[in-house]
């Protein structure tokens, strides 16, 4: 099967981790498997056609920000081997399946796929395959296959079909990884969608976890893994026992970082001080917003109270922190987003990221903003993210409004002197980091923050 990761508009480029569980999947059925990432592949285009005589079946992992590459990649699919079969998975296939078959997609995966990919491949009967939507002279939806409980049976994505020199994120140590120890989050964002991983969160091995960074490091000379789940902290005492078990391995020349948004009122003095002695140099937090209407109304559940003095605890403990923020959120006026602004710049930050909000399909924000009228793009057909500008707007907020102060968000956050010169005294610490700081300080001049 080829597998193929789509094009996407973003500041850096991350290996797409998903894609390789679903290639360990198809391996470990007897599966040969072929991986084309198309973000470091030059002439992507030309590649895809060229590999298709030696696969029946096309797979394409498929976020929000990917699905304009993904539709081009199918149509030329379909005009260069009109008899293969194109399959479709990940968080935006899930949600808009109705729109892509039977046009752009012959099958799509719905939900976790490492099990219902074997199935498809295996040229089972498609009725007969729970978590499918496919064409059979009308559109056909199976009912959804639960969520795998044990995890630890998947093994480790197929990180040998990976080229780790040719990812980059920031200011990560090369090359780097991305692993995951868990799936699932138990909290109910409206911005967010649950359609693959769920709400229950369900959990590896530790043992397994270790296993896996001891691979990566020992037979690709990893230098830098990313924990990359999207409730790490919300089991603090397992967070707590694999800083334990990292520490006691010793690992030379290898450092972590936590790039998704933990909770703040999930930390505590003992994990950041672990975190720090395993090798993580650096934890973001999800604020989101300045405004507790806004937070509310978002279903986020979480109270701005103890969050200056969870920041100043992390950084106590050595660790360089950063700050999410969303401009934009449903209930946003002007003054909640100068609120969120002015949060951030009193939070004794390392660094923040600031994105236009985006009413992804599959969210409950979509599904309001699309029931009101407010959408200014067909977000199932056509990739969105914060670097193109807001894509909806709402009578108190409009989308010219919501990008200016999207601008001014990292204007009034970077252009602060105490900003200016922490962010210089990193760079000089790591000379490899400062060429990436210059360009992140040029962006932020000519353009608001597309590094964010």
């Known amino acids: 099967m080829l597998l193929i990761s789509p094009d996407y508009t973003d500041a850096w480029v991350r290996p797409p981790t998903s894609l390789g569980w679903i290639a360990a999947a198809l391996e470990r059925a007897g599966e040969p498997v072929e991986l084309i990432d198309c973000r470091i592949t030059p002439a992507y285009r030309e590649t895809i056609a060229a590999r298709l005589r030696h ?50 997609a012959d099958v799509v995966v719905l939900g976790e796929g490492d099990d219902t990919i074997v199935d498809v491949v295996s040229h089972r009967d498609l009725r007969r395959i729970e978590g499918v939507a496919y064409w059979d002279g009308a559109l056909r939806v199976n009912p959804r296959r639960h969520h795998i409980l044990d995890l630890d049976r998947l093994g480790f994505p ?107 009122d999930h930390a505590d003095e003992e994990m950041f001080r672990l975190l720090a002695e395993a090798g993580v140099y650096s934890v973001t937090f999800g604020f ?52 969120t602004i002015d949060l951030a710049c009193h939070l004794p930050l390392d660094n923040a990221a600031f994105s236009i909000f ?49 601008r001014r968000a990292y204007r009034q956050f970077f252009l602060r002197p105490r900003m200016v010169g922490r962010l210089i005294a990193q760079g000089l610490r790591s000379p490899p980091e400062l060429w990436g700081l210059v360009k992140y300080g040029v962006n932020i001049l000519l353009r608001g923050g597309a590094y964010g």
């Open 55 to 104: 696969h029946e079946l096309v797979g394409l992992s498929v976020t929000a920000g990917s699905i304009s590459s993904a539709i081009e990649i199918a149509r030329l699919v379909r005009r260069r081997r009109p008899d293969a079969t194109v399959v479709m998975g990940g968080p935006h296939p899930t949600a808009v399946y109705e729109r892509l078959i039977p046009e752009h």
């Open 288 to 339: 989101e917003s300045g405004a507790p209407r806004v937070l509310d109304a978002t279903g986020k559940a979480l109270s701005l109270d103890g969050a200056e003095q969870t920041v100043r605890m992390a950084r106590a403990s050595g660790l360089l922190v950063r700050g999410c923020f969303m401009i934009g959120l449903p209930g946003d006026t002007p003054d909640t987003i100068q609120a």
């Open 158 to 264: 197929a990180w040998r079909h990976y080229r780790f020199e040719a990812y980059r994120d920031g200011v990560a140590r090369r090359p780097y990884a991305i692993i995951t120890t868990s799936r699932g989050c138990p909290y109910r964002c409206t911005y967010c969608t649950k359609n693959i991983h769920g709400h229950e969160v369900r959990t590896r091995s530790l043992d397994v976890v270790i296993a896996e960074i001891d691979c990566l490091v020992r037979d690709f000379g990893i230098r830098e893994i990313q924990l990359g789940d999207d409730a790490l902290s919300c089991l603090p005492d397992r967070v707590k026992q694999l800083c334990r078990m990292i520490i006691a391995r010793r690992y030379p020349d290898l450092r972590f970082s936590l790039p998704n948004g933990m909770r703040p």
């Open 358 to 406: 985006i009413p992804f399909p599959g969210t409950e924000s979509h599904a309001e903003a699309e029931r009101r009228g407010q959408l200014l793009v067909d977000l199932a057909l056509t990739s969105a993210t914060p670097l193109g500008g807001a894509v909806y707007e709402t009578p108190a907020l409009r989308a010219e409004t919501t990008n200016r102060l999207y």
